[in-house]
């Protein structure tokens, strides 16, 4: 019998390119955006919370393999960016809890960036034991490039405590995390982070990640041949942290 996957940000970029991995694989992949179209099969905004809570009754049972992919950029609203990137994964693993299968596995994507949130750990927590209005006020004003990076690493703290919530049903929990990918997103990167910072990081590694290499990585996670990969974010970034760091120490030398 073929595995249930569910994949958000399935119209385009990485989640579009995972929607295609998990079929031919052999998966009954179940995609999720805003609107329905190729690689969509449910539409849902998942900015919205009773939306979904809508498309998690409408899913099958049992699943597993959950991939929360759909993301905004720092170009967003803020409301919008913690909506999408940080509370949806919340609220439909949530959701899903008593649809999940034993043994499933659930992934994130998150981002590189998210190393440069400054919020130390318990900060982290604080803000993810709030209430869904608290946490969208904790962030009003926020500049979009520092909340998409809060949004983020909320994302790997998250991961944290749910893989250990979920070891005792043997459901494991990870995110990764791209550095620069081929993407729509990627001009509003442009716009947020700096054109300078992307094409530094496309000079370092020759190239910038396709939505296909973070897929392969997202795919793998999903498998049982990653059964010992849990509660860890796995860096897919082509190299380009590590290239960086020696160049700086080569620069302090
Ligand atoms: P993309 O723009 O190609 O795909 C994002 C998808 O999310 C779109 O199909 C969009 O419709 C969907 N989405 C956005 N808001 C939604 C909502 N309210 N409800 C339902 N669906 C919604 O972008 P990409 O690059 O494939 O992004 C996928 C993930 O990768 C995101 O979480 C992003 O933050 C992350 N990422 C991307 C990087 C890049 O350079 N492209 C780098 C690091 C992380």
Same mark, same amino acid.
């Given at each position: 019998m073929n595995r249930t996957a569910v994949i958000t940000g399935? #119209?385009? &970029?990485i989640g579009a390119a995972l929607y295609e991995q998990l079929r031919r694989q052999h998966w009954h992949a179940i995609g999720v955006d805003r609107k329905r179209g190729p690689g969509v099969d449910l539409a849902c905004d998942l900015a919205d919370e009773s939306a979904i809570g809508d498309l998690a009754e409408s899913l099958p049972a049992p699943i597993h393999g959950l991939a929360h992919v759909a993301g905004v950029p720092g170009t967003a609203k803020t409301s919008a960016i913690l909506s999408v990137n940080t509370l949806a994964p919340v609220a439909l693993t949530k959701c899903l809890l008593p649809k999940l299968a034993e043994g499933a596995s659930i992934i994130a994507v998150s981002s590189? *960036? @998210? %190393?440069?949130? #400054? %919020? @130390?750990v318990p900060a982290l927590d604080k803000l993810l034991s709030l209430a869904r209005p608290n946490l969208l006020a904790a962030h009003e004003g926020m500049d979009g490039k520092a909340a998409y990076e809060q949004s983020k690493a909320l994302v790997n703290r998250w991961v944290v405590h749910t893989a250990t919530a979920l070891s005792k049903r043997h459901i494991r929990v990870n995110t990764l995390s791209p550095g =620069?990918?081929? *993407? =729509? %997103?990627l001009a509003d990167f442009e716009k947020s982070i700096g054109e300078d910072r992307i094409a530094a990081a496309k000079e370092l590694t020759g190239r910038h990640g396709e939505p296909e290499d973070i897929a392969a990585v997202a795919a793998f996670l999903l498998s049982? @041949? @990653? &059964?010992?990969?849990?509660g860890t974010d796995i860096r897919v970034d082509g190299g380009y942290h590590a290239f960086r760091a020696a160049a700086e120490a080569a620069t302090c030398a």
């Open positions: 399935s #119209a385009s &970029g590189v *960036t @998210a %190393l440069r949130c #400054a %919020l @130390a =620069p990918v081929e *993407t =729509p %997103l049982d @041949a @990653a &059964g010992w990969v849990n």
